[in-house]
């Protein structure tokens, strides 16, 4: 609940204003304001104050929750792989037998000519 009244004469303001708080009370202000001496505001209050106490907390009682996991199915299945092992066939190198007679000395001839 609030009122207001204010009232202007040349470049002065007369008014007031109530407004009550959250407290209960009802404050007043009434106030002028003119070129001499500024702004004036009167405060007073009525009534008294009320404090209000909270209201009881409300407790919810929560159901209990089961709940279980299904068990997981799993549908995967590893893949098989078939794998020989490579077969390598190695022979010997086979190699010629020679004989000492058989290898090439080589001869040199030198020619003087005069």
Do not use: W
């Not at 303001?13 to 109530?18: A, L, Q, R």
Request: one cysteine or more.
């Amino acid at each position: 609940m609030c009122s207001q009244h204010e009232t202007r004469e040349g470049d002065s303001v007369k008014g007031y204003y109530t407004l009550v708080q959250p407290d209960g009370k009802k404050r007043i202000v009434e106030y002028s304001a003119d070129k001499k001496t500024g702004f004036v505001a009167n405060v007073h209050y009525e009534g008294e104050a009320k404090y209000y106490s909270a209201p009881a907390p409300v407790h919810y009682v929560v159901p209990e929750v089961k709940y279980e996991a299904p068990a997981p199915v799993y549908k995967y299945e590893a893949p098989t792989y078939k794998y020989e092992a490579p077969t390598y066939k190695y022979e010997a190198p086979s190699y010629k037998a020679y004989s000492s007679a058989s290898v090439h000395t080589p001869h040199y001839s030198y020619k003087i000519s005069t």
